[in-house]
């Protein structure tokens, strides 16, 4: 604790007495200050015990006293030691009286005691305030490293807890919450996610102050990691606010955690250079291997139902969706497998898990975003496109890639985020007739037969339409049209002359007949 204003007048040394303002002893006080100016309060910087011996006041002026006091006061001036003997063999009445209006502490300081002594006592009550508090800075930093390689994050959060009397909490790179200490604070921290959020926008290393949930607590955050992106956060809350040897703490704390978390980066990137050469045995069929290379990292992913993901997309949004899927990993403790490639992202996910939930609130966040022109607007080149295989297995990794890569191409033609292989298999082929490519094509072959349609010489759009929906049954079509048979054998005969392609050749029948889809929009 610093020095107050009770320990002074308690230090035997000293022989301080208490004239005004017994009742406010108790506050701190931050430095000694001889002056005798009329005002002193220009060189006050609040917190100090002024000692005067009226050298330059009216001391037995009423008025002036209320006035002196009052901006003493003002200026955050803790108390008075008033000098007797000197000028005054005691301290007027008038300065007693005000000081006791104001609330001032006002101690008289007897002839014999000089000063001197008391800014001694003062500093020497600040050095060992400070003393004790560097100790217990170094104690709790000693605490803070043996549970960082006892105990991990947990550790550190469980000891910071403890340091500083109140919760911590650790956030990863999404904002969500990792760990807490105490476990009833898990509660508070989830409350500040968002503030989190905010302080994940400013450049690393960042800090803020704010209010706990219902004011309970008083909270700092501060970002962790070295890069330009935090990597994660920590939440401090405390009833007030935090002491010398306390703060001590509390950048231990974010050290150690940041060195775990730049740490993990290592171990991070040596997983992915891992997983790119157990993908790559994947995609050649040669799962064995590969599970021998994953070893315990990837081995219970290769042993379920996986989902193959790519993603093509600029380097700000992958890195968006990889921080959301492994945070989403992370919390429900499932393998995953991420590599990057370039421009592009390649995920195996287990089938139904949280990752894969991640991926598609990620996808649909940015589908909503870009319907909001000041969120995103329109799709951009680099935008995100994502293709998600149906559910596979190791043996069958490279169909899974492949459905995976059909899904991303379907999914830039249609201008969509994300696109699912199931979703493809599941449907028609027909609303890939919308392609222009497709209509263009279409337009192309049908075009004779409109042409002749124009003349007014016949109806062959039509006749064709109605002979292949019957697949070539001649009585079935003709009673559609109403007309006989023979007319309808004539029309057919003429649309072969036109387009120069015989009916009898199923690749016609198909390609006409899906050219009609196209054509008319059904």
């Given at each position: ?358 991926c598609v609130e990620y996808a649909a966040a940015r589908e909503a975003a870009r319907a909001v022109p000041e969120q995103g607007g329109a799709a951009e080149e680099d ?7 149906a559910p596979s297995g190791p043996i069958a990794a490279a169909a899974a890639y492949k459905q995976a890569e059909q899904a991303l191409s379907v999914a830039r033609r ?24 497709v209509k263009a094509f279409a337009d192309g072959l049908l075009r004779a037969l409109h042409e002749h349609d124009a003349t007014g010489r016949g109806d062959l759009v ?61």
């Amino acid at each position: 604790m610093p020095p107050t204003l009770a320990s002074l007048v308690h230090h035997s040394a000293l022989k301080l007495t208490v004239r005004a303002g017994e009742d406010r002893l108790d506050v701190p006080v931050r430095w000694a200050h001889v002056s005798e100016l009329a005002d002193p309060v220009p060189y006050m910087e609040g917190g100090e015990l002024l000692l005067i011996t009226a050298l330059k006041l009216d001391a037995e002026d009423p008025e002036a006293m209320r006035r002196y006091v009052k901006r003493l006061v003002g200026a955050g001036v803790v108390g008075l030691g008033f000098a007797v003997g000197v000028n005054y063999e005691e301290i007027p009445g008038a300065l007693v009286e005000a000081a006791e209006q104001e609330g001032l502490p006002l101690l008289e300081v007897p002839r014999r005691t000089p000063f001197l002594a008391i800014s001694k006592a003062v500093s020497a009550a600040i050095a060992a305030d400070q003393y004790r508090a560097v100790t217990a800075g170094f104690a709790a930093q000693r605490e803070l490293t043996r549970q960082a390689l006892n105990a991990g994050p947990e550790g550190v959060l469980a000891a910071l807890a403890a340091q500083v009397d109140g919760w911590a909490a650790l956030y990863d790179a999404s904002g969500a919450v990792v760990a807490t200490a105490p476990e009833w604070a898990g509660r508070r921290a989830a409350r500040l996610t968002a503030e989190v959020e905010r302080l994940r926008e400013r450049p690393a290393p960042a800090s803020s102050v704010v209010g706990g949930p219902d004011n309970e607590d008083r909270v700092e955050l501060h970002s962790l990691g070295t890069g330009r992106r935090p990597r994660a956060a920590l939440a401090v809350g405390t009833a007030s606010a935090l002491g010398t040897a306390e703060r001590y703490a509390v950048h231990s704390a974010i050290a150690l955690l940041t060195l775990t978390t730049e740490r993990s980066r290592s171990l991070r990137a040596a997983e992915q250079r891992v997983g790119a050469a157990v993908l790559r045995m994947l995609l050649a069929g040669q799962p064995d291997h590969a599970r021998g290379v994953a070893g315990d990292l990837y081995g219970g992913l290769l042993d379920a139902p996986f989902r193959m993901i790519v993603a093509d997309a600029g380097a700000e949004l992958l890195a968006g969706l990889t921080e959301a899927v492994e945070s989403a990993a992370a919390r429900a403790g499932e393998a995953l497998l991420v590599v990057p490639e370039g421009e592009r992202l390649v995920v195996l996910a287990a089938d139904a898990g949280a990752a894969v939930g991640a991926c598609v609130e990620y996808a649909a966040a940015r589908e909503a975003a870009r319907a909001v022109p000041e969120q995103g607007g329109a799709a951009e080149e680099d935008d995100l496109v994502v293709g998600m295989s149906a559910p596979s297995g190791p043996i069958a990794a490279a169909a899974a890639y492949k459905q995976a890569e059909q899904a991303l191409s379907v999914a830039r033609r249609r201008g969509r985020v994300l696109v699912e292989h199931e979703q493809l298999a599941s449907g028609s082929v027909l609303p890939l007739l919308a392609d222009d490519a497709v209509k263009a094509f279409a337009d192309g072959l049908l075009r004779a037969l409109h042409e002749h349609d124009a003349t007014g010489r016949g109806d062959l759009v039509a006749s064709l339409r109605a002979w292949l929906s019957r697949h070539g049954q001649w009585d079935a079509a003709a009673a559609d049209l109403g007309v006989h048979r023979h007319t309808l054998r004539y029309r057919m005969r003429r649309v072969e002359e036109i387009l120069g392609r015989s009916l009898d050749d199923p690749d016609v029948r198909m390609e006409l007949w899906l050219a009609l889809k196209a054509t008319s929009g059904e």
